[in-house]
């Protein structure tokens, strides 16, 4: 099985396609919305791309998140690059419970997903603005056939 991982692992996928879901995100949402965000690592298959992105949002003057998944499928084709997103509304609870809900997103997936990185927004434009320079940096940097 390890093998398998291994060649999921040398797959290119789509590296724009993150970047692409997290604009939408800011774009529907508003930065001043995302409390935080967890980034699941994608699923590729070649030049097949899914992935996952959970988003907790600010209820207005109450102590509890809606949580949100947006999900992506993305693929590279000779006519450039196919990208599908969507929103769902998962719910709302306290802030403290979602370590436990994630954990739970990577041990439900059927994938091997792999654990979520947590990314600090606090409804701040210029930490969201980082996280796309950084994830645009990692696009640059990895090498492209």
Known sequence: ?????????????????????????????????????????????????????AVSTFLDGEDRRVIITAAYTAEQ?????TFEASFTQEGEAPPER???????VVRRSGEGLGEAREVEILGSAE????LLEEVDMDFFETPHP
């Open 1 to 53: 099985m390890q093998s398998g991982a291994k060649e999921r692992s040398a797959d290119p996928g789509v590296p724009e396609a993150l970047p692409r879901l997290l604009i939408r995100v800011r774009e529907r949402l508003g930065a001043d919305a995302v409390d935080r965000l967890w980034i699941f690592p994608p699923v590729r298959r070649g030049r097949r791309e899914q992935g996952l992105v």
């Open 77 to 81: 084709t000779g006519g450039g690059v």
């Open 98 to 104: 979602f370590p436990s809900v994630m954990a739970g």
């Open 127 to 130: 930490k969201f603005e980082q």
